[in-house]
């Protein structure tokens, strides 16, 4: 692999032979060298081109540093191609995730779904990423960065490919497992890797950056199939064409990432996460929300675009995908502009909100109001946001560095629960309740578990305050 690094030098006899040995001793080839004035005039900037392996440029780098004559050293270039890449990765990944939610309707008319094969296959990446982002976290370091994000990256493909070439449930189910483990792979690294990369590892930056990155992918990927299911000559199949091209140019770009921590030899050895005795009250009222936020949220990435017919009277794929992609995209911009207040106040905005979207999606399976099916996009969406960024916030604030990794794992365990378990037990009650009836039972009880839950986040505040 080729770097470029810029070193910064006072102007000295010998230096470029010193700077040239040490990339020789390294096992460097220097490629191009070009030097120029600095604005000091004692000073060289030198800019040397050279290839050679990933496992000793960071040390390369450092050694550089310690020349006598060597002023400053600046890989920054490498590592902000390294942290965008991996943030286009897990975009890209989160895209190709979310391309079925508004095609799902021509699944089931096309194959006689019934309502409990459409939740399930939807829930099924859920089930498959719990199990993937506990593995992932405790074995990446020892199976290497790039050998992690390229698995996560052909996943990604193989789930598009497998949805494009399906023609049947068993194909859709194969390919929604292989979407499954590239969720896990790209959620449990993507945060760590970025901040790795990051010049001055800014944690928050890094986090806010993949917050970003996976929305968009989340947001536009319906926007996508939607808009190509409509107008495109092969519905089933063009959507997934281009993320395939897409995601190939991230396998492309990865040739190229900075990967200067390769693959230990130690051996890991899985561990289930555990919570300590101490913890599990605050861990459960802060998992439970999270659960909560995310059963209802479901309904509007699964059964209700497949569905829309129950809701409105003008049902389309690109109102759909643009339904899936305002909901994802409202919970997101509420997190960012309520991201400053109090935990309990994000809980209380985020559940009142929740409750209204439930009792709007109630009245609109009997009304057929279009109106009132945006105004429960944009309630469950907005009340999405801040609970489940309450619920992480204050899981953050009891864990310690010790147990943070426990807590996170097992925390996310029940989210994914939460996206999966609750949708697919509706679908299968809807088979023989009838669909209308079992959403409007789902509401009912999900809003009766958030009053529970509310008061328990009330009792806590208390004790507190």
Request: charged share 10%; with cysteine.
């Amino acid at each position: 692999m080729t770097h470029t690094i810029s070193i910064l030098v006072q102007n000295q006899p010998g230096v470029l032979a010193q700077l040239s040995e040490l990339f020789r001793s390294h096992g460097y080839n220097i490629e191009k060298i070009k030097a120029g004035k600095s604005k000091k005039t004692s000073l060289t900037k030198i800019k040397i081109a050279a290839t050679g392996s990933d496992e000793s440029f960071e040390s390369l780098a450092v050694q550089l540093g310690d020349i006598s004559h060597v002023v400053d050293v600046d890989i920054s270039r490498q590592r902000h191609y390294s942290f965008w890449l991996v943030a286009y990765c897990l975009c890209i990944t989160l895209l190709g995730t979310n391309l079925p939610a508004p095609l799902y309707a021509v699944y089931r008319s096309e194959w006689q779904m019934s309502s409990g094969i459409i939740t399930f296959l939807y829930a099924l990446y859920a089930l498959i990423v719990i199990p993937t982002i506990i593995i992932v976290a405790q074995f990446s370091k020892q199976w290497g960065r790039k050998n992690v994000l390229f698995a996560g990256v052909i996943f990604s493909i193989l789930g598009s490919v497998g949805f494009a070439l399906s023609s049947g449930v068993s194909g859709l189910l194969i390919a929604r497992c292989f979407q499954g483990l590239s969720v896990g792979i790209l959620n449990g690294i993507a945060v760590t890797y970025m901040t790795d990369f990051h010049p001055k590892h800014d944690k928050v930056k890094s986090a806010f950056v993949a917050a970003i990155a996976g929305t968009l992918g989340n947001a536009v990927g319906p926007l996508v199939s939607g808009f190509l299911g409509d107008y495109s000559p092969y519905p089933m199949q063009f959507s997934y064409a281009v993320h395939v091209l897409l995601a190939v140019a991230g396998l492309l770009g990865l040739n190229f990432m900075l990967d200067s921590k390769t693959a230990t030899k130690h051996v890991t050895v899985l561990q289930i996460p555990v919570i300590s005795k101490s913890l599990r009250k605050p861990f459960l009222l802060a998992a439970s929300a999270s659960f909560l936020s995310w059963g209802v949220m479901s309904l509007m990435l699964s059964v209700i675009p497949t569905y829309l017919n129950l809701f409105s009277n003008q049902p389309s794929l690109s109102f759909s995908g643009a339904m899936v992609a305002l909901v994802l995209g409202l919970s997101t911009i509420h997190q960012v502009i309520l991201r400053k207040q109090p935990v309990f106040r994000l809980i209380v905005i985020g559940y009142v909100l929740l409750i209204l979207g439930l009792l709007c999606l109630f009245l609109t399976l009997w009304s057929k109001s279009l109106l009132l099916l945006v105004l429960t996009t944009i309630f469950i969406g907005l009340g999405n946001g801040p609970s489940y960024a309450g619920s992480l916030a204050y899981l953050n604030q009891i864990s310690t560095d010790d147990n943070r990794a426990n807590m996170t794992s097992s925390f996310f365990v029940v989210t994914y629960l939460g996206v999966s378990i609750p949708v697919i037990t509706l679908g299968y009650v809807g088979q023989w309740l009838g669909l209308t009836h079992a959403i409007q039972g789902y509401s009912c009880i999900m809003i009766a578990l958030i009053v529970i839950s509310l008061f328990s986040w009330l009792r806590k505040n208390k004790s507190e305050n």
